[in-house]
């Protein structure tokens, strides 16, 4: 499984969280390990969508060190539950040219399921060949346009054509090199900008992913990236525990450590992979104590959490 806060499945079972109750054994306990580790390697991006909150960025811009991430892959190495590992953040991945090798390493390290979320921009023959060869398991492709026109208002600075060549490259790569992975997630985002055509999208992708491979469209919809946008009216009132400090934890580039990769400016963090270990924070004090306040849908202290839409939606 893949957590990721716009994918259906992960939809679905936030909205089961909306019972505490219900769920109050879980959220009492945590398993020793994150079931996902999000490892953000860049926040910098190529592109300007616009649904997405960058113009809010504060944050630093930069990639993460090399030797941060062997740090962080070698105590991986010793896990007896390996997490799935995503190997992006709020950025674009491949504009990192170190990506095939912590591919790479994060599979010599145990690691089953390795993840990305990339704008395809940049997924020209030769990277589809290094990503495919470095093992990558599934790759997501958030392709929010039908056409020029809607593509290239919605996703902006991108090329249509550019990104549609580039994923039919990278499928006819990844069949020459008669591979079944990475598994590919075409993802649409509905949207003023772009026509909400969902009809058109499905049928420009009809044939081309390898469905009985595992290939598959991802129909998606707008949220407010913890109030960095406000597409989504949400009211005082808290009616939802969020699962994420249950289940997954985030890494940014810098090596600061938050609660989910909805908090884009880092402004919740819960410990420093520099100088902590993922098990030390993960059951530390502070993730501990924001389990024992989620639990009680507490998120005072926590703003990125008290604009997220997810806790206030039924
Ligand atoms: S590609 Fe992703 S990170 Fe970059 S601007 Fe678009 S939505 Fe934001
Ligand atoms: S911002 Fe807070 S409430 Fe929203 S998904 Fe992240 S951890 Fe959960």
């Not at 990721?4 to 505490?20: E, F, H, K, M, W």
């Not at 398993?31 to 490892?39: K, Q, R, S, W």
């Not at 940049?122 to 026109?149: H, N, Q, V």
């Amino acid at each position: 499984m893949i957590l990721n806060a716009r994918d259906r499945v992960t939809r679905g079972l936030l909205s089961l969280a909306r019972t505490p109750l219900l769920y109050y054994p879980y959220y009492r306990y945590h398993l020793p390990y994150p079931f996902v580790l999000l490892i953000e390697n860049t926040n910098c991006c190529n592109a300007r969508c616009v649904m997405c909150p960058r113009d809010t960025l504060t944050r630093k811009r930069g990639f993460m060190e090399f030797g941060l991430f062997e740090k962080i892959m070698n105590e991986l190495a010793g896990a007896r539950r390996k997490p799935v590992v995503h190997l992006h953040g709020f950025g674009e991945p491949l504009l990192d040219p170190l990506l095939p090798e912590r591919i790479r390493l994060a599979k010599s390290c145990g690691i089953e399921h390795t993840y990305i979320v990339t704008n395809g921009s940049l997924l020209f023959p030769e990277t589809s060949r290094k990503i495919i060869d470095a093992g990558l398991d599934r790759m997501k492709i958030s392709f929010y346009g039908t056409d020029e026109e809607s593509y290239n208002a919605t996703m902006r600075r991108l090329d249509f054509k550019v990104a549609l060549q580039n994923i039919k490259d990278f499928m006819r790569i990844r069949k020459e090199l008669k591979k079944r992975t990475p598994k590919l997630i075409l993802q649409y985002l509905p949207q003023e900008a772009n026509g909400a055509r969902i009809k058109e999208f499905q049928s420009l992708w009809r044939s081309l992913p390898d469905k009985n491979g595992g290939d598959c469209l991802n129909i998606s919809s707008l949220d407010n990236f913890g109030g960095g946008r406000s597409y989504n009216i949400v009211g005082e009132k808290i009616v939802s525990v969020c699962f994420y400090p249950w289940t997954a934890m985030s890494v940014l580039w810098d090596g600061s450590a938050v609660t989910c990769c909805m908090d884009y400016n880092g402004v919740q963090n819960v410990g420093d992979v520099n100088c902590q270990s993922i098990e030390e924070i993960w059951n530390g004090p502070v993730l501990s104590a924001i389990r024992r306040n989620f639990g009680k849908r507490d998120y005072s202290g926590f703003p990125t959490c008290r604009n997220c839409d997810w806790v206030h939606r039924r």
